[in-house]
Each structure stands twice: as C-alpha cells, then as structure tokens.
C-alpha cells in the first residue's frame, strides 16, 4: 500500500460518524472523529439520537463523570499507522469502561475495536455508518 492511500484512509476516518446500538440495532449517536492540534485524533459525541438530549455519563469516573454526553470525548489519544487510527482509547459511557482501541475502514464503513488487552485479542467490533 503506498504512503498516500494510507494518508487517505486515514483522511477517511475524520468526520461524522453515525453509532449503532449493538443491542437493538438503532442508530445511537453522531460522534466526530478529528485530529487535534497535538497531531493525535480523537471523537467527540455531538449529537445523541436516542435518550433525552441532557443524558449524563453517570458511570464515567474523574473528570467525565456526570458530564453531559453531547460534547462527551470518547475517543482519545489515537495515531495513524498504515492507515488506522492506533494506541489510544475509547470511553463506553453506558457502563464508563475504558477500551484499548483500534479504528479502520472496511469498505466505506468505521470499524472501531474495544479491547480489554493492546493487542486487540480480548474485545469486540462496532460497525459505524458515515453521518449525512
């Protein structure tokens, strides 16, 4: 794969995500996924679909707990490597979990990765649809 179609997957990656609730199916929330000043990428929940629109992250611990989950950053920290986002996390804020986490594209859609271990071994998939 050459330097410039790992450059624009990772461009690819950047923008509006739509989540999908792994239980009912239904779409959950829009996240933003940007890169920061600091040259890593993060994600950012912008607008919540379902639930009341004040929801807080009451399970989150230190500085996120009890935050509005509009404006919530669930994803820190992450680097582009061969064109994926790497070696950061993603907060769950239903339960205030944080994952290892591992994003891709997979034919027009966002697979990001929670992990338990930094390989990636213990964990599951989430399927993310580009937002419109």
């Known amino acids: ?30 996240v933003n996924i940007y890169q920061a000043k600091d040259g890593l990428y993060y994600g950012k929940i912008t607008k919540m679909l379902v639930g009341p629109k ?22 820190r920290g992450m680097k582009a490597e061969n064109g994926q986002l790497v070696g950061g996390n993603v907060l769950d804020p239903e339960s205030g979990n944080i ?9 027009g859609k966002l697979v990001l990765r929670g992990s338990l271990d930094k390989r990636g071994f213990l964990g599951r998939n989430q399927t993310w649809l580009r937002a419109k």
Not at 12 to 30: H, Y
């Open 1 to 30: 794969m050459s330097i410039m179609s790992v450059q624009a997957q990772v461009k690819g990656i950047v923008g509006d995500w739509m989540t999908v609730d792994d239980k009912t199916g239904e779409n959950f929330s829009i």
């Open 54 to 75: 004040d929801e807080r992250c009451v399970e989150c611990e230190g500085e996120d707990h009890n935050k509005p989950l509009e404006g919530l950053v669930i994803i």
């Open 99 to 107: 994952y290892y986490a591992k994003i891709y594209l997979d034919g």
